[in-house]
């Protein structure tokens, strides 16, 4: 079974939870440690491969992370690959259980587990206020908090692959994590936060994996 070993360093602070939803990411304690959940790590770099692989091919196969046209009030539904086995993205990914015995259902070939923070640095808390762009006055009731991890935090999890991959696998995987980091993580990127540099050790091992997570 291989083991990939990943680093997400952050190179500017994160956001991590406030009052908007969406692409904000929960952080969680687990036994006094700070971690990413791993599904979260998951949803991400598989929507950057959808991404990736549309920019390939020029079409869309599967909508799996939602469709376009979804918004956060109304989300499109999941919309699974007609031909499941031709997807690599779904072969890497998987196809969720849509309803009991759902025939398209495709176990993934990843496992990602929760990204562990290597040094707790502590979670900051800022307080904004939202401006009107076009009047370029503060809005009524617009004060606003967010949490934030600092910059030069580091997590580290583990991608675990059930199934072996082809090269063409491999490389769709390497390319949707980095894209991931150039994407960011969290909310408020377009005020610089949630940058992120990512490092893949494709060495590691169960063993090694044990000591990561440890």
């Known amino acids: 079974m291989m083991v990939w070993e990943v680093e997400i360093e952050l190179l500017s602070d994160l956001h991590t939870a406030g009052e908007r939803k969406g692409s904000v990411i929960?952080?969680?304690?687990?036994?006094?440690?700070?971690?990413?959940?791993?599904?979260?790590?998951?949803?991400v770099v598989r929507t950057e491969a959808e991404r990736i692989w549309f920019g390939k091919n020029g079409k869309r196969i599967c909508w799996v992370?939602?469709?376009?046209?979804?918004?956060?009030?109304?989300?499109?539904?999941?919309?699974?690959?007609?031909?499941?086995?031709?997807?690599?993205?779904?072969?890497?990914?998987?196809?969720?259980?849509?309803?009991?015995?759902?025939?398209?259902?495709l176990d993934p070939a990843l496992r990602f587990t929760d990204f562990v923070l290597l040094r707790d640095k502590g979670v900051s808390e800022r307080t904004h206020v939202m401006i009107l762009r076009d009047k370029g006055s503060k809005r009524e009731g617009a004060l606003f908090s967010e949490r934030?991890?600092?910059?030069?935090?580091?997590?580290?999890?583990?991608?675990?692959?059930?199934?072996?991959?082809?090269?063409?696998?491999?490389?769709?995987?390497?390319?949707?994590?980095?894209?991931?980091?150039?994407?960011?993580?969290?909310?408020?990127?377009?005020?610089?936060?949630?940058?992120?540099?990512?490092?893949i050790d494709k060495d590691s091992s169960i063993g090694r994996m044990k000591e990561v997570l440890s």
């Open 65 to 105: 992370t939602g469709e376009p046209n979804g918004t956060e009030r109304e989300p499109a539904g999941i919309k699974p690959c007609e031909d499941r086995l031709g997807c690599p993205v779904c072969e890497l990914f998987g196809v969720p259980e849509q309803e009991k015995w759902d025939e398209r259902y």
């Open 148 to 199: 934030t991890i600092p910059r030069g935090s580091v997590f580290r999890g583990v991608i675990l692959m059930i199934r072996d991959l082809d090269e063409g696998g491999e490389r769709l995987l390497e390319g949707a994590l980095h894209s991931a980091a150039d994407y960011g993580f969290g909310g408020g990127r377009s005020r610089g936060l949630g940058w992120v540099r990512v490092r």
């Open 26 to 43: 929960d952080v969680l304690r687990r036994d006094g440690k700070v971690y990413l959940p791993g599904s979260h790590i998951k949803g």
